[in-house]
């Protein structure tokens, strides 16, 4: 099981963006929660991103909103940096 950990940015915008989509709460929990047990899972359309942001990757919560993670293989950690649009953390 892999290790979630929150920056104070992630703490801070997640919190306005939970504001604006309480509906989405579920999704992320269940999000989440795959992420925890297997952070490969298909429904998480993991990949590494690209340009300034190449030392990240990305996870989904659903087409629209995605959640930017470090993802730490050694230490068997995730540290979660940013969620909202596509177009908000591309």
Excluded: A, C, W
Excluded at 10 to 23: A, G, M, T
Aim: aromatic fraction near 12%; charge should be positive; glycine fraction near 2%.
């Amino acid at each position: 099981m892999y290790e979630i950990k929150i920056t104070k940015r992630y703490d801070r915008v997640s919190k306005k963006f939970f504001k604006k989509h309480q509906n989405l709460k579920d999704r992320y929990i269940k999000t989440i929660n795959i992420l925890k047990t297997n952070p490969f899972h298909p429904s998480l359309r993991l990949h590494k991103l690209q340009g300034e942001t190449k030392e990240y990757h990305s996870v989904s919560i659903d087409m629209q909103y995605r959640i930017i993670i470090d993802f730490i293989i050694i230490d068997e950690q995730i540290i979660l940096i940013d969620i909202g649009s596509h177009d908000d953390v591309y």
